[in-house]
């Protein structure tokens, strides 16, 4: 079992490791041209190292907002050839159409809400009144010490993670899994090796079986 406090290092690792999904920020790809067919989001920072089996060479546009710049690479793992999108695409183009394997969603800060959004609501049933706030993310939450504390890693939902990196890979002692949810998490990376499945709710210890050994997980919701 791990201790609770960490130190120097430890408590950066820590630091960086807590994330929050920043509001209409994020990178979406697209099966087909023009924003048609299945979707896959990446959050702001997210990085795949492996889109899976039903996302490998199948991104044939990409939709990213304004303040966040999208990496595509055509190997796993963020190797071989790249490309960078600062602006929504709605073809990639013959030489990227299908041809990505691996990409990262890189976001500096939550679009402003635009006028013309504003302007609507103003003049609209909420004149003279602020704009409601925008849905908040749903995301499967780990953390490296039990009863979640020690770090803390948010999984994008409807994402699948070939590594949780190396703040987190095997040190993963507690979960949560928000209503509509489930977290599949994987001893290897990759998605590889043993697995487990945790259903919606709060896990305050994996179990002797899984602590510090999850490597890959995927976040599934409804």
């Not at 820590?14 to 929050?20: A, E, G, I, R």
């Amino acid at each position: 079992m791990k201790r609770m406090k960490l130190g120097g290092a430890g408590a950066l690792a820590s630091v960086l490791l807590l994330f929050t999904p920043m509001l209409y920020a994020d990178c979406n790809l697209y099966d087909f041209a023009r924003y048609q067919g299945a979707t896959r989001t990446l959050g702001p920072g997210e990085r795949l190292g492996n889109l899976g089996a039903s996302w490998d060479n199948h991104t044939s546009s990409a939709n990213i907002t304004e303040n966040c710049k999208l990496t595509l690479y055509s190997d796993p793992n963020f190797r071989g050839d790249s490309k960078v999108l600062s602006t929504s695409s709605p073809y990639l183009g013959s030489l990227w159409d299908n041809q990505t394997s691996s990409a990262m969603c890189t976001c500096t800060a939550p679009p402003e809400w635009s006028g013309r959004r504003w302007h609507h609501w103003r003049d609209g049933d909420g004149a003279g009144r602020r704009p409601p706030p925008p849905p908040v993310r749903q995301s499967c939450r780990v953390y490296r010490d039990v009863n979640f504390v020690g770090g803390e890693l948010a999984l994008a939902a409807n994402n699948s993670y070939s590594m949780l990196g190396a703040g987190m890979n095997d040190q993963a002692s507690s979960v949560k899994v928000p209503q509509g949810c489930s977290l599949t998490v994987y001893s290897h990376e990759g998605l590889g090796g043993r697995s487990r499945v945790f259903l919606e709710g709060d896990y305050n210890y994996v179990g002797e079986h899984w602590n510090d050994r999850i490597s890959s997980a995927e976040c599934a919701c409804r």
